[in-house]
T-cell receptor, first 113, second 108 residues
Framework: DTAVSQTPKYLVTQMGNDKSIKCEQN?????MYWYKQDSKKFLKIMFS???????INETVPNRFSPKSPDKAHLNLHINSLELGDSAVYFC????????????FGEGSRLTVL | QQPVQSPQAVILREGEDAVINCSSS?????VHWYRQKHGEAPVFLMI?????EQKGHDKISASFNEKKQQSSLYLTASQLSYSGTYFC?????????FGAGTTVTVRA
């Protein structure tokens, strides 16, 4: 039973399109995150939700909109995709915001052509 | 602000040792270490919460010098399975910020 699961694993799309990535965790954690990992492997935090409430928004363009319908789910919608959005997006969860072990999903590799 | 890691990369032969350093210009309240194998998600190794704390995981251990705002990860008698990218993370303001990573390659 996967602790943090993301779908889809791979997305290939054209510039200007809109895409969504879904994430679900069955660990009972209160906090969920989106991280972006670029081609140089740099892992950068984008958003964090604690019990469905947005607590971190790291100067991410407005084209990125996270949504947390409940504390077990965190989705990421991206509008008007650009070449620079190509990356691996990781969802993660932890029991307490910013501390404790982070459990990562397998990642969603987005390629914008 | 993310912590700074060094070196960027290290190549080892099986059985050799290595040290990865992590430092921060801001106060470090805790240090987290993760390893990511190629094509996989980062996996938690350990957290150090107090200055002077040392922890071990298999033959991988770490220390935390709170005053110097530094942590070091020690790979002892490296195995092929130690290959991957190691990230340190600093916890601040409800978020975990990662360093740029250190790529470790262990060769037979």
């Amino acid at each position: 039973d996967t602790a943090v699961s993301q779908t889809p694993k791979y997305l290939v799309t054209q510039m200007g399109n809109d895409k969504s990535i879904k994430c679900e965790q069955n660990l009972g954690h209160d906090t969920m995150y989106w991280y972006k990992q670029d081609s140089k492997k740099f892992l950068k935090i984008m958003f964090s939700y604690n019990n469905k409430e947005l607590i971190i928004n790291e100067t991410v363009p407005n084209r990125f909109s996270p949504k947390s319908p409940d504390k077990a789910h965190l989705n990421l919608h991206i509008n008007s995709l650009e070449l620079g959005d190509s990356a691996v997006y990781f969802c993660a969860s932890s029991q307490v915001a910013g501390t404790g072990e982070l459990f990562f999903g397998e990642g969603s590799r987005l390629t914008v052509l | 602000q993310q912590p700074v890691q060094s070196p960027q990369a290290v190549i080892l032969r099986e059985g050799e040792d290595a040290v990865i350093n992590c430092s921060s210009s801001k106060a470090l309240y805790s240090v987290h270490w993760y390893r990511q194998k190629h094509g996989e998600a980062p996996v938690f190794l350990m957290i150090l919460l107090k200055g002077g704390e040392q922890k071990g995981h298999d033959k991988i251990s770490a220390s935390f010098n709170e005053k110097k705002q530094q942590s070091s990860l020690y790979l002892t008698a490296s195995q092929l399975s130690y290959s991957g990218t190691y990230f340190c993370g600093s916890s601040n303001d409800y978020k975990l910020s990662f360093g740029a990573g250190t790529t470790v390659t262990v060769r037979a």
